[in-house]
T-cell receptor
Framework: DVKVTQSSRYLVKRTGEKVFLECVQD?????MFWYRQDPGLGLRLIYF???????EKGDIPEGYSVSREKKERFSLILESASTNQTSMYLC?????????????FGPGTRLTVL | AQSVTQPDIHITVSEGASLELRCNYS??????LFWYVQSPGQGLQLLLK??????LVQGIKGFEAEFKRSQSSFNLRKPSVHWSDAAEYFCAVGIIYNTDKLIFGTGTRLQVFP
């Protein structure tokens, strides 16, 4: 069974803090993704990575950065958290391009920025 | 541009009734299509996927979906809904030939009355 874990289920931070969200997958997947989920907007892709140290911007990268130093771990960084970054953050992983497999999701981190 | 539309934000059905959740997509090539379910406080779980072949796809939990190219639709169905099916449902189209990205719809929240 594919397992994607996220470091925290709930997180409360203050405006201006630096925030790290960690994601780990155990299936040796090449691709990893960070989404944010907001009511009425569905899931929007923030960043994705198709290999170690490789990253590409998704649809809403502003205010975020990522790090992938090891294949199994993909971190989302909020350099200076703002209240409009209060959201549910979902991590996912998948095999490489051309596979008929799909994305597997972690349980999510609900981040509140005060 | 690729997009997914789920026209129903919220659907309420009685337990035992049939269910159909609508999904329309916009994509220039043959799409890869997915339905995911998200129970409260959880990540997304894959219900079913369509890559090629038979246009009627069977999934987990008694769900099925039918790909209709002429209507650009991939509607999800279940003949008899159970109270445990109450959740949010997301349709997604896969941009497989590019970067394995998924484009999600905004979701349909299903409420089930006893």
């Amino acid at each position: 069974d594919v397992k994607v874990t996220q470091s925290s289920r709930y997180l409360v931070k203050r405006t201006g803090e630096k925030v790290f969200l960690e994601c780990v997958q155990d299936m040796d997947h090449e691709n990893m993704f960070w989404y944010r989920q907001d009511p009425g907007l569905g899931l929007r892709l923030i960043y994705f990575s198709y290999d170690v140290k490789m990253k590409e911007k998704g649809d809403i990268p502003e205010g975020y950065s990522v790090s992938r130093e090891k294949k199994e771990r993909f971190s989302l960084i909020l350099e200076s958290a703002s209240t409009n970054q209060t959201s549910m953050y979902l991590c996912a992983s998948s095999p490489p391009q051309g596979s008929t497999d799909t994305q597997y999701f972690g349980p999510g981190t609900r981040l509140t920025v005060l | 541009a690729q997009s997914v539309t789920q026209p129903d934000i919220h659907i309420t059905v009685s337990e035992g009734a049939s269910l159909e959740l609508r999904c329309n997509y916009s994509y220039g090539a043959t799409p890869y299509l997915f339905w995911y379910v998200q129970s409260p406080g959880q990540g997304l779980q894959l219900l079913l996927k369509y890559f090629s072949g038979d246009t009627l796809v069977q999934g987990i939990k008694g769900f099925e979906a039918e790909f209709k190219r002429s209507q650009s639709s991939f509607n999800l169905r279940k003949p008899s809904v159970h109270w445990s099916d109450a959740a949010e449902y997301f349709c997604a189209v896969g941009i497989i030939y590019n970067t394995d990205k998924l484009i999600f719809g905004t979701g349909t929240r299903l409420q089930v009355f006893p």
